[in-house]
Each structure stands twice: as C-alpha cells, then as structure tokens.
C-alpha cells in the first residue's frame, strides 16, 4: 500500500504487510523504502499455528504458498524448538524495526484485519 499526499510537507508512506517468515525477501524491501525516503509501517500478521504445533506424530506439511511439503513427526521437543523459533523471529523482526526507526505492528490472523489496521494508521498518527 502506498500513499502519496501532494502539496508543501508532501509525506509519502509505505506499508509492508508480511508475515515475515522470510525477512531476506522483505529487509531489502524495507530499506529501498527508507533510501526512498518513504515514512515507512510494517505490518505483520502472525498466526498462533505459527507459534504452536496443535498435534502430535507424523504429519504432512504444505507450504501454502509454494505447494512444497514436508514430513515431520511431531514431538513435545520438536513443538517447543519450533515455538522458540517463533518468537525469536517475532522479536528479531520487531529489533529490526526499532534499528531502522521503522514503526511494527503485529496483527494475529484471527483479527478482522480491516479493523486492525485502522486502527494501527489512528495510534501512529496516519489516520484520524
């Protein structure tokens, strides 16, 4: 999303929505936006399946978005290295913000996602 007002104090803004499971596909993103001198949001939408595995044993996994799978058996270990994983990345993508002044919102999907981000433009000023 991007929007552009004109006029003296033209401020342009630039809102990344991620999930950020691959931050090296979207920090370079973000930093062409900042080099661009775009008032740059970061929104990312995070999943508590994200942050849990809800079985246990074997099961198939499938990337939505590449259509690889992936077999795994699921384990009380293996369920607890993935949630670390989790919110390391959710922590390391939130450090990458506050170190390029960017602002970060998360958004869980469960959220109306129209509301959330209203809400998020209104608290940092964008939209009243």
């Known amino acids: 999303v991007h929007a552009r007002s004109e006029g003296a104090g033209t401020r342009r803004l630039a809102v990344l929505i991620s999930d950020m499971l ?7 993103v973000l930093d062409a936006l900042r080099v661009a001198r775009q008032e740059v949001v970061l929104v990312q939408v995070t999943a508590e399946a994200g942050a849990v595995l809800p079985v246990d044993g074997e099961v198939v996994l499938q990337d939505v978005e590449t259509g690889e799978t992936r077999e795994l058996t699921v384990t009380e270990a293996v369920r607890r290295t993935q949630g670390e994983r989790y919110e390391a990345l959710l922590r390391g993508v939130a450090g990458v913000c506050r170190k390029r002044g960017i602002s970060g919102f998360q958004i869980p999907s469960h959220v109306a996602f129209d509301d959330a981000v209203l809400r998020i433009l209104r608290a940092g000023g964008i939209f009243r």
């Open 22 to 28: 691959d931050p090296a596909g979207s920090l370079p």
